[in-house]
């Protein structure tokens, strides 16, 4: 059961830290420099992998053969991770095959992981690129919202909401199926030119999450040629494999970033942003920290409805580049946060030149004591109903 409630801050702390990423420390991970760090602490083991969820070949409508894509993604752009996501409707079945046998001869677990999925697209109902499965399907074939998540829904498979800007009525106005909860993780709040920065699709990320869904944004490039933006998803897991990525893109372990190399860590105690905090209690401290070559503005606190629930700002000058931050909120009912960062492009590297990148984390999820009940079995043998009843006193609907 979802309850949701209005919060009230308690109280936040806000530290710089007197230390930057020094040249040279790898992208994929917090290096020996930093060790003492609040950000590196926090890490408690885990590394930050910088890739792109979205791409095309010439096998529907971009450039370059799929072995032409990864070897610029691994050597060009500096990607530790690359999935082609060809549309459904152009390819054939040998194409798919090729794009699974180069993954195989590209992916160097520790160093570069190439990765294959789909982009189902409809002309009315929306993109949505689908990956970890051995076969695809097309809005030929699944013709409906409604085909399409059943499909999904067979083969365990992982989903994601594609610039939802661009179709009216996206995905059924994000009307929630409880049946793809464990499927549907992410949600493009940036892709291609479109970043955080000018919310053209972030905008209906609050909306998605108030409507049920619990989804990680993602930031990717949707490039139809050898080249790249500024932005990226980032994936924080143990370590570079295929098997590792796709289990922290299930736990919703991302973070959608303008920035290519900033490294953000949002938690509750050992909770990763993505995750379910169960019998919270009253009081909740979040544990914040961000690193980047370039300053921070503000760290924004967000809750339902894209409100912001808490800030702390950076003043011009500052040497904000490493900064952690500790708020403590009060909670009423079950809720959700996620942290929004804004920095200063102090080096230029955004297409859209508006003078800031945002980043955009996977919420945490809060379930408050007495919302979790835990039935006692009664008979399951054959020929037996088991039926609940769920009574709502309450003069407010509750989603359970």
């Not at 904000?320 to 009912?333: I, K, L, M």
Request: proline residues 3%.
């Amino acid at each position: 059961m979802r309850v949701f409630a209005r919060r009230t801050l308690i109280a936040s702390t806000a530290v710089f830290l007197a230390m930057v990423l020094l040249p040279g420390t790898p992208a994929g991970a917090v290096g020996a420099e930093t060790a003492t760090s609040t950000g590196a602490t926090l890490a408690e083991g885990m590394n930050f992998y910088y890739g792109n969820l979205h791409s095309h070949t010439l096998y529907s409508d971009g450039s370059g053969f799929p072995a032409e894509a990864y070897t610029w993604a691994r050597d060009t752009a500096g990607f530790d991770f690359y999935v082609v996501t060809d549309h459904a409707e152009q390819i054939t079945q040998a194409e798919w095959e090729d794009t699974g046998v180069q993954t195989g001869i590209y992916t160097v677990e520790g160093e570069f992981i190439a990765m294959r999925g789909f982009e189902w697209s409809h002309s009315t109902l929306g993109h949505m690129n689908v990956f970890d499965t051995d076969d695809y399907t097309d809005s030929y074939d699944a013709s409906t919202l409604e085909s399409f998540y059943a499909w999904v829904d067979a083969r365990d498979a992982l989903a994601q909401f594609n610039h939802p800007a661009r179709i009216e009525g996206f995905f059924n106005d994000f009307a929630y199926d409880a049946a793809l909860d464990d499927n549907i993780c992410l949600y493009e709040t940036g892709n291609g030119p479109s970043g955080n920065v000018d919310v053209v699709h972030y905008e209906r990320y609050p909306l998605a999450l108030d409507r049920g869904w619990r989804l990680a944004p993602a930031n990717n490039q949707d490039n139809h040629s050898l080249s790249a933006y500024s932005h990226r998803t980032v994936i924080i897991s143990p370590e570079l494999s295929e098997e590792a990525l796709y289990e922290a893109l299930r736990a919703r372990r991302v973070y959608s970033s303008d920035d290519p190399d900033m490294q953000v860590v949002f938690k509750q105690g050992k909770h990763w942003m993505g995750e379910t905090v169960e019998n919270c209690g009253e009081s909740v401290r979040f544990d914040i920290a961000v690193e980047d070559d370039e300053n921070i503005a503000s760290l924004q606190l967000m809750t339902e409805g894209g409100l912001e629930a808490a800030r702390v700002d950076f003043d011009v000058g500052d040497d904000s580049r490493v900064v952690s931050w500790s708020p403590t909120v009060s909670v009423e009912g079950n809720t959700y946060y996620y942290l929004r960062v804004v920095e200063r492009d102090e080096n230029g590297d955004d297409d859209l030149l508006l003078g800031e990148q945002v980043a955009v984390t996977a919420p945490i999820w809060l379930e408050v004591e007495g919302t979790n009940w835990y039935l006692a079995e009664g008979c399951s043998e054959g020929g037996f109903e088991t039926w609940v009843l769920v009574q709502n006193p309450n003069e407010t609907p509750a989603q359970v």
